[in-house]
T-cell receptor
Framework: AQSVTQLGSHVSVSEGALVLLRCNYS??????LFWYVQYPNQGLQLLLK??????LVKGINGFEAEFKKSETSFHLTKPSAHMSDAAEYFC?????????????FGQGTTLQVKP | DADVTQTPRNRITKTGKRIMLECSQT?????MYWYRQDPGLGLRLIYY???????NKGEISDGYSVSRQAQAKFSLSLESAIPNQTALYFC??????????????FGPGTRLTVL
């Protein structure tokens, strides 16, 4: 069975600092990988996704993530945090077989950005 | 106008009451999903529907039922609400026509409190 683990339920950074949110997955076959962001009182919005091909994926708002098969990881980074990045971030996986489109989510990481 | 809407946005109810949460979408997507979000647990899939006649249980369907009244409408019911169903509920849609992986589009959520 597939699973997703996000290391750190809360991450705090200073404005302008590097953002690193960690995600590891467990799957017998490398799945499709996603990062979603949830701003306060809103639904989830897709930041980026990995399907096949280039392992470094660029998303919206300056975020990017790198798929590392050997480490079963898909960590999310941003070189310089903005106050507007404060939100909850979810890593998710979807099986490459069956095309059900079902997502399995990690526990979420709340990003705090300090002035 | 929002593409995926949920009503009500907030609801407080009592143990044993029947309650229905509604989801409507104008995206024309065939697939719809219901998730619940609990702190520290991320989002978990309750039910999903590939079209009006195809409804499937997710990982936590016990205590819930759904109805797909039309392509655009997917309702979630709690027949007899209990306090541990207090959570944030999200509806999502996706379009499989472009092939996997299919991005899911989320509604703004319904915050349900069962007293």
């Amino acid at each position: 069975a597939q699973s997703v683990t996000q290391l750190g339920s809360h991450v705090s950074v200073s404005e302008g600092a590097l953002v690193l949110l960690r995600c590891n997955y467990s799957s017998s076959v490398p799945p499709y990988l996603f990062w979603y962001v949830q701003y306060p009182n809103q639904g989830l919005q897709l930041l980026l996704k990995y399907t096949t091909g280039a392992t470094l994926v660029k998303g919206i708002n300056g975020f990017e993530a790198e798929f590392k098969k050997s480490e079963t990881s898909f960590h999310l980074t941003k070189p310089s945090a903005h106050m507007s990045d404060a939100a909850e971030y979810f890593c998710a996986v979807s099986s490459v077989s069956g095309n059900t489109g079902k997502l399995i989510f990690g526990q979420g990481t709340t990003l705090q950005v300090k002035p | 106008d929002a593409d995926v809407t949920q009503t009500p946005r907030n609801r407080i109810t009592k143990t044993g009451k029947r309650i229905m949460l509604e989801c409507s979408q104008t995206k024309g997507h065939d697939r719809m999903y219901w998730y619940r979000q609990d702190p520290g647990l991320g989002l978990r899939l309750i039910y999903y529907s590939f079209d009006v006649k195809d409804i499937n249980k997710g990982e936590i369907s016990d205590g819930y039922s759904v109805s797909r009244q039309a392509q655009a409408k997917f309702s979630l019911s709690l027949e007899s609400a209990i306090p541990n169903q207090t959570a944030l509920y999200f509806c999502a849609t996706s379009d499989p026509s472009g092939g996997p992986p299919n991005e899911q589009f989320f509604g703004p959520g319904t915050r349900l409190t069962v007293l």
